[in-house]
């Protein structure tokens, strides 16, 4: 199938699954998802699929990250804090959605990977760093939203006290892949409203920086 109809099919699927948000649908339409998998998967670009990305990691189905975004509940006004950069895709969407995103891997030859499709794109509102998202990013906090992209046991505190007033936090939480639900956390003043929105399966957050292919 061509190309162009197979972006097109990705995007109707997109609708079939609930998500019907013309700025979310756009901003995925304007990435090309092909530049963001490796060669070999380059024909599966535009399935509603998850994809290996190298690193025992993988590129998120385009339905999650069209669930996560719309849950994000962004406007171009926004700071974003994302943990997880993995192949960038997420963050590229983002981008479209949002005045900046910082982004934070863990694993730096897929930042690097990540940093050479952002340039490629010309998307100059990503800043990205190579660290242990869990500490968050404190030398720019507050975020009025952070998203993670790998799951963690619990809602890490640190990212918590980094989100602004009214802002929002999506993150998968729970410890065997079987078990994870996406919870949508809204601070409200010192407290923090949680809505549990649906099961999912996400790689675990992992502790530390990594330079290279982990063992
Ligand atoms: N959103 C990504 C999917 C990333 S998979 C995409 O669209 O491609 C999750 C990513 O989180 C992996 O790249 C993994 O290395 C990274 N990760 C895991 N623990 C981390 C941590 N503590 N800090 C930063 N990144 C982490």
Not at 93 to 104: A, D, E, H, K, N
Request: aromatic letters at 6%; proline letters at 8%.
């Amino acid at each position: 199938m061509i190309e162009y109809e197979s972006r097109i099919r990705l995007i109707t699927e997109l609708r079939d699954h609930g998500i019907t948000d013309r700025d979310v649908l756009s901003a995925i339409e304007r990435v090309p998802r092909e530049m963001f998998v490796p060669p070999a998967f380059r024909a599966r670009a535009h399935d509603n699929a998850a994809l290996p990305i190298g690193h025992g990691q993988t590129i998120s189905q385009p339905a999650v990250v069209g669930y996560m975004t719309r849950e994000l509940e962004l406007d171009k006004r926004l700071k974003v804090l994302e943990i997880g950069t993995g192949s960038g895709y997420q963050t590229a969407v983002l981008s479209g959605l949002c005045r900046r995103v910082y982004t934070v891997e863990r694993l730096r030859p897929l930042l690097r990977e990540a940093e050479g499709r952002f340039e490629r794109l010309r998307l100059a509102n990503i800043t990205t760093r190579w660290d242990d998202g869990s500490r968050g990013w404190p030398e720019v906090a507050p975020f009025e939203r952070i998203i993670v992209t790998a799951a963690a046991v619990d809602v890490p505190p640190v990212l918590l006290d980094q989100l602004a007033p009214d802002g929002i936090m999506i993150l998968p939480v729970g410890g065997e892949e079987e078990d994870q639900q996406l919870l949508k956390c809204r601070r409200r003043g010192d407290s923090v409203d949680y809505e549990t929105l649906w099961p999912v399966r996400f790689v675990p957050l992992l502790p530390d920086a990594v330079d290279g292919s982990p063992p």
